[in-house]
């Protein structure tokens, strides 16, 4: 079990230990993964917020260490996410807002190499596909989410100053944003970035 925040980790441990044929342990995120040796490891189940951050890959280490048995815990609010774990080999994938006993189910569902996608996801799932943006447009607001001012993000990207600017202008109408503030707002709202 992989969550950033100690009380919900130590919460859904609790919950995947009331089912007796589960052997259940848990880690922070960004922790070392144990070599499969030493901890085998049937199932993963993560928090979908703690697979990726703003320009992060967190998933790389994941599905390295657990092939394809990795459950994602995701709520349809949060396509993006939704998305890139489905899209990232995930097996399992459970609504944060499912009755707790789904979660038990997806486990020993992927466990068993067969794919879980909760019925509530399914829609979201459809919506993530989607996206908005292309590439460039998605790595331009990405980069301005943290902070990165016009002339950084041109010199990072290769790109002239005024290119930046016709992709920056062009993912604000296709998201239907005020302005670029309210763009990124709302990509990572949607767990796009």
């Known amino acids: 079990m992989v969550h950033d925040e100690e009380l919900l980790r130590s919460a859904l441990v609790q919950l995947l230990r009331s089912d007796a044929a589960l052997e259940v342990s848990s880690r922070a995120p960004g922790a070392d993964l144990p070599d499969r040796d030493e901890l085998p490891t049937d199932v993963w ?11 992060q890959t967190h998933d790389t280490s994941f599905r390295a260490q657990c092939g394809g048995r990795l459950v994602v815990l995701t709520t349809a609010r949060r396509p993006g996410i939704l998305r890139r774990a489905f899209d990232g080999g995930a097996l399992g994938l459970v609504d944060k807002n499912a009755p707790a006993r789904r979660l038990i189910t997806a486990v020993h569902t992927v466990a068993k190499g067969e794919r879980f996608l909760d019925e509530t996801l399914t829609v979201a799932l459809l919506e993530g596909a989607a996206m908005p943006l292309t590439t460039r447009e998605l790595s331009v607001l990405s980069l301005a989410s ?14 002239s100053r005024g ?17 670029r503030v309210d763009a990124i707002r709302i990509l990572q709202s949607g767990g796009w970035t």
Do not use: F, S
Request: with cysteine; hydrophobic share 50%; charged share 20%.
């Open 45 to 55: 189940v993560v928090d979908g917020d703690c697979l990726w951050g703003p320009g």
């Open 146 to 159: 943290q902070g990165a001012p016009l002339a950084e993000i041109a010199a990072r990207l290769h790109l």
């Open 163 to 179: 290119t930046v600017r016709n992709y920056m202008a062009a993912a604000i109408r296709k998201v239907g944003a005020r302005n």
